[in-house]
């Protein structure tokens, strides 16, 4: 097999040049071929220095994560680098793209860096529960400080280039379009220069204020994870061991990381992300409908964070409401939400005028007739839809996609009022849309393979993760919280309190329980409005007001600033209706908890994909994760029942408890196979 690392030879300097697409990752062959070519330029006379470069669209984005918790092979990066590091003759890492990971590592390894302007340099590891383990904790400090260095690695956002420049990691950006030529020119000017600088030789003073201050600061952030407290306590390490004890304690912790279930589920996530994009049956190539404008129909919460979208990628939009005064509201509501964003920082502060300078509000639909996309989010009801559909099958144009924002109604059954059923899909937001990263897009009987294509791609240019579900009530993910929620009302009318069901939610890493989220979401949403019918403890909430944190009292009570205390007569309601019910109270375990509100989600997104309401396993994970809230470092639903938990004891649980089990849980669970 030919290498994927080239050397060219420039006079006295030697080009390194790795072409491995599509990211450059630091796989086999990648680490023997640049071990080859450095070994070439320290033993060949007539070189004085080299420079390491990347084709392709940059530079080596990492270790290979395929490779990993695979028995090693080739040449390790720690060799290579070490490799590198030692030579007595400089050599240049030339940047452009993305130095990620492993590859900021091999720069950080170089004794000089340049860099074009466009690219950035960053060390990840942590957001796949891990963290850079070829000496990257420990270099890294050397150059910026601790306070820069807990940044970069115990949070792993990568920095642009002009503030790699600012902070020393980078020596010299160069053009962006001469970067081979300026790296070589570098490499010259400093050919001869002793001593060679080497990291290594550095050292950087402990700082303890600002760790402290960064975990006061991240405490929130990090917790649950694992990977962040070993990523500091090796920056820490750096301040305080010579480097190559600083190495050892890095690699006990990498090894701790690597070997445990934090980061499998992490890595999960990174592909479970990207092999969602992907449609079985739909050519990666098929030719694209152009959507140039969108229309969105209602200017509520959710139409307003689904314009902010497409506005904020450039795309024009039309929002349409039926009244002046909501339309005027919830345009204002835009505005502002991008005002706070710049006041932040978040985003440039001429953003706001950018994005609303894209908008055009109105209150006829007829003026949705240009748009290449239309869609709408008006109140959840089968008629409204049905009515709203027909109206825009005459109004839009032809080849326009026309989507719902259902979030439990039946998308054919809304399609078949069209003539044009084969453009009628599902998008499913999840609020708020602006923020929220996921989206389900659902996939009618009759959509048509270009209108899935279309979105998909879309999806990714307004920076949202996509997982295609089939039509069901509920589609992947509100399918899957009803059985939660059920059996969540269950046991409190057995004798738990909605603190302990929360509690063990919150404990396992949601980011909150069943009632705490139905304090947030409004107790009363879905209510029947009528405070003498009381068939459920939520009615008996709602009918005394209890209508959660906007009102200050739900399942909680909370003050002015929204903070939740546990509510006596909450606790008091949700005595009397169950004493009429003559259920007797009783203990209930947390275990039984996770059995009856986890491991029935795990159940229920077996159902999902044996009737083929998703297209794999790693898609469900992607919608828990990304939509409700399931804790990262658990990699999913469906990823935690087979790799932690174990599909076996999933199907005792679920016996144990009397509910019916999917045939395909219990097979994988027999033969241990993976769900797929
Ligand atoms: C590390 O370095 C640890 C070191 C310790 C050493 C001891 N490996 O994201 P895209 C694939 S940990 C293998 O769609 P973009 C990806 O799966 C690593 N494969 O492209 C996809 O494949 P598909 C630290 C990788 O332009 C294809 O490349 N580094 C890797 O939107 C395209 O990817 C990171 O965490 C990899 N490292 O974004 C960086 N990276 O086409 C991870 C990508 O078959 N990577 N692939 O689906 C990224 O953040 C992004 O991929 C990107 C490019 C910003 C480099």
Known sequence: MTSPVRFERHDDVLVIISDSPPVNALGAAVRDGLKEGVSQGINDPAVKAMVIRCDGKTFFAGADITEFGKPPKGASLHEVIDMMDSSEKPIVAAIHGTALGGGCEVALACHY???????????PEVKLGLLPGAGGTQRLPRIVGVKAALEMVAIGDPIPAKKAAEVGLVDRVVGEDSL?????AFAREIADKKPIPRVRDKTVAPDPEAVEEFKKKHGRRMRGFDAPAANIACVVAASELPFDEGMKFERE???????????AAQRHLFFAERQAAKIDDVDPKTPLR???????????TMGGGISMNFLSAGIPVTIVEMQQEALDRGTGVMRKNYEASAAKGRIKPDAPEKAMGLLTPTLKLEDLADCDLIIEAVYENMDVKKELFTKLDAIAKPGAIIATNTSYL???EIAAVTKRPEDVVGMHFFSPANVMRLLEVVRGEKTAKDVLATVMALAKKIKKVAVVAGVCHGFIGNRMLSPRQIEANKLLMEGATPQQIDKVHVEFGMPMGPFQMADLAGVDIGWHRDPSRIESIRDAL???????????AGYYDYDEKRNATPSPRALEIIEEFRAKSNLPKREITDQEIVERT??????????????????????VDVVWIMGYGWPVYRGGPMFWAQNEVGLKKIVEGLEKHGFKVAESLKTAAETGAALK
């Not at 860096?113 to 060390?123: E, I």
């Not at 159940?603 to 083929?612: K, P, Q, R, V």
């Open 113 to 123: 860096r340049v860099a074009v302007p466009s690219a950035v340099m960053g060390l």
């Open 180 to 184: 081979e030529a300026d790296a070589i």
């Open 253 to 263: 912790q990498f090894m701790k990381l690597m070997t445990g279930t934090q980061s």
């Open 290 to 300: 152009p959507i140039n404008k969108v229309g969105v129909i209602g200017a509520g």
């Open 410 to 412: 039946n998308v054919d």
């Open 542 to 552: 709602a009918a005394e007001g209890r209508w959660g944190q906007k009102k200050g």
């Open 598 to 619: 986890l491991y029935t989600m795990v159940n229920e997104g077996a159902l999902i994909l044996e009737e083929g309401k998703a297209q794999r396993a790693s898609d």
